[in-house]
């Protein structure tokens, strides 16, 4: 067991573990894709259930920048990127 607790899945009460570090998370919007962000997937070892946490302070890109169109490419060809739908509120 690792000395700090951190990320605890409340129905097997085990600490979550890395499963992939480094993803690109794309936050969308009604307009299409709105910021990207690089983080990492966390995975309870008993019951499997995901979450991505370790978001990065800042993101990589949004919209409105110039090499946003390029990179979002490069991301989801990357076959790392996860896709948070657009919320409704
Ligand atoms: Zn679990």
């Known amino acids: 067991m690792a000395d700090r607790l951190t990320r605890v899945c409340v129905t097997c009460q085990l600490q979550y573990e890395v499963e992939k570090q480094g993803i690109y998370v794309v936050e969308m919007a009604a307009f299409g894709a ?32 110039p090499e946003f169109k390029e990179l979002l490419q490069q991301v989801m060809e990357s076959g790392n990127a996860y896709i948070l739908k657009e919320k409704d509120d």
């Open 34 to 65: 709105y910021k990207i962000w690089c983080a990492d997937l966390h995975r309870c070892p008993k019951c499997g259930h995901r979450i991505i946490a370790g978001f990065a302070d800042h993101r990589i890109s949004e919209h409105y920048e």
